[in-house]
């Protein structure tokens, strides 16, 4: 497995050409970071995490371009955002034509915390072949009063619930990269 | 792998053309001269001619979109801008010209009329030619006409409402619409009335070249309700040259009514379909469009909703199939300004044979529409090699307290289920046009029972090259 930290690459224009298992993170950065997997059997995660506050102002661009086939490339990008942050999100899945038989998935998620947050989250798909398997999602909103009712049921204050509900959300990512790939942050 | 069909080679049913017979024929291009041709000879008050003026300038103003399908090759000066097909308008269906007859019954026009009492409005070349109304909506105040009529006879409502959802400056199509607009309908349903069967229009370009610019205003006050169809089919012309479509439809969502409109786009392939549809919905409104876009060569369209009203509620349901020199660029707007306001997008749409398909939305969540919710869906068939599906949605979001949701996939037909129906004896043509029907059914259910077997007719030959 290689390991990518976006935020210490100077070139985040990278091309992949050899199979393999690649995982990339970022964390409260701007900028575009694009993959072009040009080989095939290429086996590409890409995580970010966001943590906005005061005037933060990330915005971000992603391309997943599958240039060969039977490849996969998986993002995942989770933010919160506090007081006046803002989060600008485009991402792109690119699928040439020769390029069958690829998996291509791209997810964001956001909470936000403060009535003068701004996110905005555009996750294009371009796909020009037919045997692939393409899905993404977008979801943006607030903690689920439900489950800080459960908490608070529990005995745990207001703030503690929605401490362990954002660190929770945002954990996922540092878990994944612990438990699958053995890699601490 | 599947193997990609072969070219299909069935007669395209509705793709006959009638000799033109039409009583004046503007010429060819657009300029001020004939704009103010177009108002004189519809005999419109001074203040029409000089919004059609004004429109037109800002039209020469806009410039084209330089996003979605290509409109490269669309050359102003080809066509006509207006064309009155008979001299007066015709009372019964008896009184129609024997080829209009002709075209229609080929479309089912007299049997959509006997299952469906409430009214049809059919819309040959530039105006409407034929209207019947039933005794039932007149006595509940129901106003159902073409658009012209409309500006004469109720001009108070008319001009209350008209270009406030689209003014002629939201785009380049819309700015052309609103300077040479012609026919389309005008509905007022008055406060508290539900109007229980579909008001129904068909519309159809016959002569070569000609630009089809309906305007179509709906207004559905307090309590109301109204389901409005729109269907189209047009004939294929041998030389190949396009012809250009460009509607705008303004809907006004009063407070508690509802309004669904349903579309059965079915251009022939040399149709540009550039039309701008978009509803304000007020309090506790709720509007629904159900687009099927089967035909044309290039559509755009992005039919919206302006949630205005606390708790206004905007539904998207969108089918869009995209074949041979196809592209269907197609989606959904939801504005929410107010409070518990929530949206609904569903899309679903099929590439074939080198066409393409592109699901296009914009959700913005404005500062202080607390407590609002919304939901967009977009699923995408790809079923072979040469062609393409895109997906560009836009959310924007500015308020806390709400929730956005959006997912899309991208596949192919299922091989394991392609294998299975003809493990069961069906050809593999029967069994894709089966699972195509099964993928859109969730839409197909909610559009009227004679439009949805159309539907899934035209969908079974665009697969297999017969009817079942």
């Known amino acids: 497995m290689k390991f990518i930290h976006l935020n210490h690459e100077k070139n985040t224009d990278i091309t992949l050409t050899e199979p393999g298992k690649y995982v990339a993170f970022m964390k409260n950065i701007s900028g575009e970071f694009i993959f072009h997997m040009e080989a095939e059997k290429i086996d590409l995660e890409i995580y970010g995490v966001f943590d906005g506050k005061n005037q933060d102002d990330f915005r971000i661009h992603t391309v997943q371009h599958h240039a060969a086939p039977n490849s996969i490339s998986n993002l995942l990008i989770k933010g919160v955002f506090d007081d006046e942050s803002k989060f600008h999100y485009t991402g792109l899945v690119k699928i040439d034509k020769n390029a069958q038989g690829s998996h291509a998935y791209q997810k964001n998620q956001n909470l936000i915390l403060s009535p003068a947050v701004f996110v905005e989250s555009e996750p294009f798909l371009e796909i020009e072949a037919n045997e692939v398997f393409c899905t993404h999602g977008s979801t943006t909103g607030k903690l689920n009063e439900d489950d800080i009712y459960y908490l608070r049921s529990r005995g745990i204050s207001d703030g503690d619930s929605r401490k362990l509900l954002v660190d929770g959300f945002l954990d996922e990512i540092l878990h994944k990269l612990k438990s699958e790939h053995n890699t601490t942050i | 792998m599947q193997t990609p069909q072969d070219d299909l080679q069935f007669d395209y049913k509705y793709g006959f053309s009638k000799p033109e017979n039409y009583s004046f024929k503007a010429e060819k291009g657009l300029n001020e001269e004939i704009v103010r041709n177009i108002s004189k000879r519809k005999n419109e008050p001074a203040w029409?001619?000089?919004?059609?003026?004004?429109?037109?300038?800002?039209?020469?103003?806009?410039?084209?979109?330089?996003?979605?399908?290509?409109?490269?090759?669309?050359?102003?000066?080809?066509?006509?801008?207006?064309?009155?097909?008979?001299?007066?308008?015709?009372?019964?269906?008896?009184?129609?010209?024997?080829?209009?007859?002709?075209?229609?019954?080929?479309?089912?026009?007299p049997e959509a009329e006997k299952k469906f009492l409430s009214g049809v409005s059919a819309q040959y070349e530039s105006e409407v030619v034929y209207e019947s109304v039933t005794k039932l909506l007149t006595e509940q105040g129901v106003i159902f006409m073409d658009c012209d009529s409309g500006l004469k006879k109720h001009p108070e409502i008319f001009k209350k409402y008209f270009s406030t959802v689209i003014p002629p400056h939201d785009n380049k199509f819309a700015a052309l619409n609103s300077a040479v607009w012609s026919g389309g309908s005008f509905v007022y349903v008055p406060k508290g009335v539900h109007v229980k069967l579909p008001l129904q229009a068909y519309f159809r370009i016959n002569a070569q070249n000609v630009g089809q610019f309906e305007r179509t205003l709906i207004i559905a006050e307090e309590g109301s309700y109204v389901h409005y169809i729109e269907g189209c089919t047009a004939p294929i012309y041998q030389t190949g040259e396009d012809s250009l479509h460009s509607a705008v439809v303004e809907i006004i969502v009063k407070k508690g009514a509802r309004v669904r409109y349903t579309t059965v786009q079915n251009w022939s392939n040399n149709v540009y379909n550039l039309v701008t549809k978009r509803t304000r919905v007020e309090e506790k409104g709720f509007m629904e469009w159900i687009d099927c876009n089967i035909g044309s060569q290039l559509t755009m369209k992005y039919p919206s909703c302006y949630l205005m009203g606390d708790g206004a509620r905007g539904e998207v349901l969108s089918i869009a199939f995209a074949g041979k020199g196809q592209h269907q660029d197609a989606g959904a707007k939801m504005f929410h300004f107010a409070p518990n306001t929530s949206s609904r997008i569903v899309s679903k749409s099929i590439s074939k044979d080198g066409g393409r398909t592109s699901y296009r939305g914009l959700v913005q969540v404005r500062p202080g529409a607390k407590n609002s919710s919304v939901y967009v869906s977009c699923d995408a068939l790809i079923l072979d090699p040469q062609s393409r599906s895109d997906t560009y949605p836009y959310m924007k979001i500015k308020e806390s307290d709400t929730n956005v949701q959006h997912e899309a996939t991208v596949e192919k037909l299922g091989e394991e289920k392609i294998f299975y129906l003809m493990a069961r004896g069906i050809s593999k043509g029967e069994a894709e046009g089966m699972l195509v029907n099964g993928f859109i059914e969730p839409i197909a259910r909610e559009i009227p029972l004679e439009y949805s077997i159309e539907l899934n007719r035209l969908i079974n030959l665009e697969m297999a090259g017969s009817v079942g």
């Open chain 2, 48 to 109: 029409m001619t000089e919004f059609r003026v004004k429109a037109y300038k800002i039209f020469l103003e806009k410039k084209m979109p330089d996003w979605g399908g290509d409109l490269s090759k669309i050359n102003f000066d080809s066509y006509y801008y207006y064309i009155k097909p008979v001299k007066d308008r015709a009372n019964a269906w008896t009184d129609l010209p024997d080829e209009i007859k002709d075209t229609y019954d080929k479309i089912g026009i």
